[in-house]
C-alpha cells in the first residue's frame, strides 16, 4: 500500500506521464490513431516531448538541438528532485506509525515535500515555455494546441489515479 501512496503522490506532483510507452510497441491509443495523427511516442520524459515536438512542429535542426539539451538539462534536475522526493516520502512513512513520531522531523519532511513538489511544477512549466520562447509563430500556434490536448489527458489520467486511489482506499 506503501508503495501506491508513493507511485500516486508522484505522479499527481508531475503532471507528465511517468509511465513510459515503450517506442514501437503497438497500444490501444496510438493503435487506434487516426491514420492523419501519427503515434505521440514516448512523451514522458522531456526528450520525448522533444522528439514528438520536432515531428509535429517541424523544428529545424538548431532548434531542436537547443532544445534537446534543455530536455537532458531538466530531466536530470526532474530526476534529482524526484529521488529527493522519494527518500523525504519513505521517512515520512517510516515515522507515521511510532507511538511518538518525532514531530520536528514531521515537520522538516513536510517541509520538505512541499518545497520539492513546488519545484518540480515549476521545472515542467519553465521547460515548456523556454520552448515555446524557440519558436516561430506559425509553431507557436500549434504548439499551444498541442499543450492543450496533453494538459487535458493529464489531468484526465490525474482523475483516473486519484479514483483508483479512492477506490483502493474504499476496499481496505
Do not use: H
Not at 522519494?86 to 520538505?112: F, N, V
Amino acid at each position: 500500500m506503501n508503495g501506491m501512496r508513493v507511485w500516486m503522490v508522484l505522479l499527481a506532483l508531475v503532471a507528465v506521464p511517468l509511465m513510459a510507452q515503450q517506442k514501437g510497441k503497438k497500444t490501444e491509443k496510438n493503435a487506434a490513431a487516426p491514420a492523419a495523427e501519427a503515434p505521440r511516442g514516448d512523451t514522458s520524459t522531456f526528450g520525448g516531448m522533444v522528439d514528438f515536438y520536432k515531428g509535429q512542429l517541424l523544428l529545424s535542426p538548431d532548434v531542436y538541438q537547443n532544445m534537446k539539451d534543455l530536455a537532458d538539462k531538466t530531466q536530470q534536475e526532474i530526476d534529482r528532485d524526484l529521488e529527493d522526493l522519494k527518500r523525504t516520502l519513505e521517512i515520512l512513512d517510516a515515522e507515521r506509525p511510532k507511538d511518538d513520531p518525532d514531530m520536528s522531523l514531521m515537520k522538516e519532511m513536510l517541509q520538505k515535500r512541499a518545497k520539492l513538489s513546488a519545484n518540480l511544477e515549476l521545472l515542467r512549466f519553465r521547460f515548456a515555455f523556454d520552448c515555446k520562447a524557440m519558436l516561430n509563430p506559425e509553431q507557436v500556434q500549434k504548439w499551444k494546441e498541442i499543450r492543450r490536448r496533453l494538459e487535458e489527458r493529464n489531468k484526465a489520467q490525474r482523475e483516473k489515479a486519484a479514483e483508483g486511489a479512492s477506490k483502493e482506499k474504499a476496499k481496505s
